[in-house]
T-cell receptor
Framework: DADVTQTPRNRITKTGKRIMLECSQTKGHDRMYWYRQDPGLGLRLIYYSFDVKDINKGEISDGYSVSRQAQAKFSLSLESAIPNQTALYFC????????????FGSGTRLTVV | AQSVAQPEDQVNVAEGNPLTVKCTYSVSGNPYLFWYVQYPNRGLQFLLKYITGDNLVKGSYGFEAEFNKSQTSFHLKKPSALVSDSALYFCAVRDGNTGGFKTIFGAGTRLFVKA
């Protein structure tokens, strides 16, 4: 099993719909992140969580919300999807020191039509 | 503020030749530097890191990177490229002094190795 599992892998949704992307990890790490990847822009941080009770906005949090249901689970929601949220979304986890880099999931490709 | 630049959108190299993927960074404190690789339809995979110590760090799949403090660079290198090295490569930086969380990723460089 993968260390970080994201579901679904692919999703097409309509403008205005609410959608949830799920992430679970088996690394036992406290820190979890949601990133968005767009061509030519690299990865941009949407939200991050240092533990179940600590959730913080990243650089592009508008239009998104998150829930940390447990140490191992961190979900991302688009409350009302819009076409410019079409992107590849990655969940990642790291240990508290963060000096060992991130472990990423395989990503969710989201298309908003 | 932290930033990282990968000046080349794409690097083309023949199989068997050495490769270099460039990265420069800006951070106010001590840099923690990372390279990741992304294969098609996959997440990013950690390749190597520099935290402290020797300027030349070795990582997975025969890759290495050289930390150059004066030039604020952390170029990724491999002595002999393989076709299977073709992928998207990301450089990332974090400010180690602040103990903060924020890792900034470059825009990525696509490496194409021709047989």
């Amino acid at each position: 099993d993968a260390d970080v599992t994201q579901t679904p892998r692919n999703r097409i949704t309509k403008t205005g719909k609410r959608i949830m992307l799920e992430c679970s990890q088996t690394k036992g790490h406290d820190r979890m992140y949601w990133y968005r990847q767009d061509p030519g822009l690299g990865l941009r941080l949407i939200y991050y969580s240092f533990d179940v009770k600590d959730i913080n906005k990243g650089e592009i949090s508008d239009g998104y919300s998150v829930s940390r249901q447990a140490q191992a689970k961190f979900s991302l929601s688009l409350e009302s999807a819009i076409p410019n949220q079409t992107a590849l979304y990655f969940c990642a986890t790291s240990d508290s020191a963060g000096s060992y880099g991130y472990t990423f999931g395989s990503g969710t490709r989201l298309t908003v039509v | 503020a932290q930033s990282v630049a990968q000046p080349e959108d794409q690097v083309n190299v023949a199989e068997g030749n050495p490769l270099t993927v460039k990265c420069t960074y800006s951070v106010s404190g001590n840099p923690y530097l990372f390279w990741y690789v992304q294969y098609p339809n996959r997440g990013l995979q950690f390749l190597l890191k520099y935290i402290t110590g020797d300027n030349l760090v070795k990582g997975s799949y025969g890759f290495e990177a050289e930390f150059n403090k004066s030039q604020t660079s952390f170029h990724l290198k491999k002595p002999s490229a393989l076709v299977s090295d073709s992928a998207l490569y990301f450089c990332a930086v974090r400010d180690g002094n602040t103990g903060g969380f924020k890792t900034i990723f470059g825009a990525g460089t696509r490496l194409f190795v021709k047989a």
